[in-house]
């Protein structure tokens, strides 16, 4: 595969930084849940 | 206690750290903490995981060369997806800002959603943009082209950092969303404006480029479908996310609201006390 | 009566640039500043030149972001902007009154920054049909101008960490205007070979931003001030 190095490094970049937010996003969820209430957690 | 002029104004503003007796609650592994997650979700997030799998194998391996681009087509795969998703983002931030705005008492869902949906907007326009520069560097031999969509979508990216900024200003819940709502419904007229103005002035100077930043590209058919999963993909990831980060929001503004009650509960007892 | 209201804003903010002469003292020795230093960045008469007009443009944007934080920095210290509210003056009123001040602050900075650049870098208006275009730029680009910059030191106003937002938010927005703008006072310089006939396109483009933002704005301020 010509220009390997840009093409694997566009999906890396992808898929770490939509990653690195899921990973944020879900860890901030479990941090907080523990401070909450089952009522203030409509979706449970 | 003299009353405060203006209701909802915060008395105190609070600094969300985590609270030090998190040691002392008897740990649980970390799937068994309750979080945002419900078991719809975990199915949705499997699936996402899965998708994304397959669109790496159909997007580097299956997929074939193009006859123009040669290899770099495959950058396309994450190129694209992540740029329409941007795009349906940031129109949902604005449908959500209007529906916010339209009556008054409105839920701040309608808030919570639109700043979670801005903010994974902002994430994939960064992504499509850095993605889309090294896809220019490969076939245009530049990383960045003052033409009117990249310029554009340039502004797009500095605008709702600016909105997501606007976000933390500070204040009441209220306040905060009526001035991104109205931010964000402010965008949708400025961003085709200064699409037009840009699309004006390139046509003005049209300098020799090295290729032309319009060009349709053909795609066969193992090809179009590994664009069409990875658009199908990254808009599913994109509602993952959503519903966990405006979730996160919600218990934000929950713990925020109960840290001031308490603040006040205290107040209130010195003053007795 | 609305009109009536607008004016008597308009004419309470220039009264207080009057009495505190910020824009005089402080804004337009700092926009010449500027003027300044792109000559010592560029170095090159011909590029200076070529360039005024940008650079006229630009120093007046960021002399803007100046007199809109001063404007609404006064309103909201002792909360005159809330009394107003409260004593409920029309919103829209206060938008128009507070943007016709801040376009004559605006229109002054940049007679003085044309006048400027036609010292400095050597820039010229050629002929009564350079002046008109000139003249209709400036007070085309200015309404654009007064319009947004109202409306977004509206949304910033009274806010923690005002300062280093409202440039963030005000510079994309104007884009079109100094695309417009700059590309007009080229053409009445005749800058790069343009003329005077290739500049007023460009001054329709503006005159359709101030069409959009002064609707749009009499229309959001309310909500934005209404906190």
């Known amino acids: 595969m010509d220009h390997a190095g840009f093409i694997l490094l566009s999906w890396v970049l992808t898929f770490a930084a939509t990653g690195a937010y899921a990973r944020f996003v879900v860890r901030r969820g479990r941090d907080l849940a523990a401070r909450a209430t089952r009522e203030e957690m409509p979706w449970t | 206690m003299t009353s405060d002029s203006v209701s ?51 997007g580097l391996v299956f997929s074939a060369e193009d006859v123009v681009q040669g290899s770099t087509v495959r950058i396309m795969y994450v190129h694209v997806p992540t740029i329409w998703v941007a795009y349906m983002a940031f129109l949902v931030t604005a449908v959500c800002s209007g529906a916010y705005l339209s009556r008054r008492n409105r839920s701040l869902a309608w808030d919570r959603v639109a700043g979670a949906s801005a903010e994974v907007g902002v994430l994939f326009v960064a ?147 | 009566m609305r009109a009536r209201i607008a004016l008597a804003v308009a004419r309470k903010d220039l009264r207080i640039e009057a009495n505190s002469r910020v824009l005089t003292n402080q804004v337009a020795p700092f926009s010449a500043v500027v003027m300044v230093m792109f000559a010592f960045a560029l170095d090159n008469d011909g590029i200076l030149q070529r360039v005024a007009p940008g650079l006229v443009w630009l120093a007046v944007l960021f002399s803007m972001l100046v007199v809109v934080q001063r404007g609404f920095s006064v309103e909201t210290a002792d909360g005159a902007l809330d009394s107003l509210r409260v004593a409920g003056v029309d919103p829209a009123a206060i938008f128009w009154g507070k943007a016709v001040a801040l376009m004559a602050q605006l229109a002054a900075l940049e007679a003085l920054l044309v006048a400027t650049a036609i010292i400095l870098y050597n820039s010229s208006l050629d002929g009564a049909a350079a002046v008109v275009l000139a003249v209709v730029t400036i007070v085309a680009a200015t309404a654009g101008l007064g319009f947004v910059g109202i409306l977004y030191g509206g949304l910033a106003a009274g806010a923690r960490g005002r300062e280093t937002l409202l440039p963030l938010l005000l510079l994309p927005v104007v884009a079109p205007v100094l695309i417009g703008a700059t590309r007009a006072t080229e053409a009445a310089f005749g800058a790069g070979g343009a003329t005077v006939s290739e500049g007023w396109p460009w001054v329709g483009l503006l005159a359709v931003f101030v069409v959009v933002f002064g609707a749009v704005g009499s229309l959001a301020f309310g909500p934005l001030i209404d906190e």
């Open chain 2, 8 to 58: 909802d104004r915060p008395l105190i503003s609070i600094d969300l750290a985590l609270p030090t007796d998190l040691d002392t609650v008897t740990p649980a592994s970390a799937a068994n903490r309750p979080g945002t997650g419900t078991a719809a979700t975990r199915r949705l997030g499997t699936l996402v995981a899965v998708m994304l799998t397959a669109l790496a194998a159909f």
């Open chain 2, 127 to 273: 992504i499509s943009l850095v993605t889309g520069s090294l896809w220019g560097r490969l076939t245009w031999g530049t990383y960045w082209v003052w033409d009117a969509r990249l310029t554009t979508t340039l502004f797009l990216f500095i605008t709702y950092v600016g909105y997501l900024a606007v976000r933390r200003l500070g204040g009441t819940q209220r306040q905060r969303a009526r001035r991104s709502a109205v931010l964000a419904l402010l965008a949708v007229l400025e961003i085709p404006l200064v699409h037009f103005s840009v699309e004006l002035w390139r046509s003005l100077h049209q300098e020799a480029s090295v290729a032309n930043p319009n060009a349709r590209v053909e795609l066969d058919g193992l090809m179009l479908f590994s664009l069409f999963l990875g658009v199908v993909t990254f808009t599913l990831f994109y509602v993952w996310l959503v519903l966990h980060r405006q979730r996160v929001l919600a218990l934000e503004d929950t713990v925020a609201d109960r840290g001031l009650d308490e603040a006040i509960r205290d107040r209130r007892n010195e003053a007795v006390g």
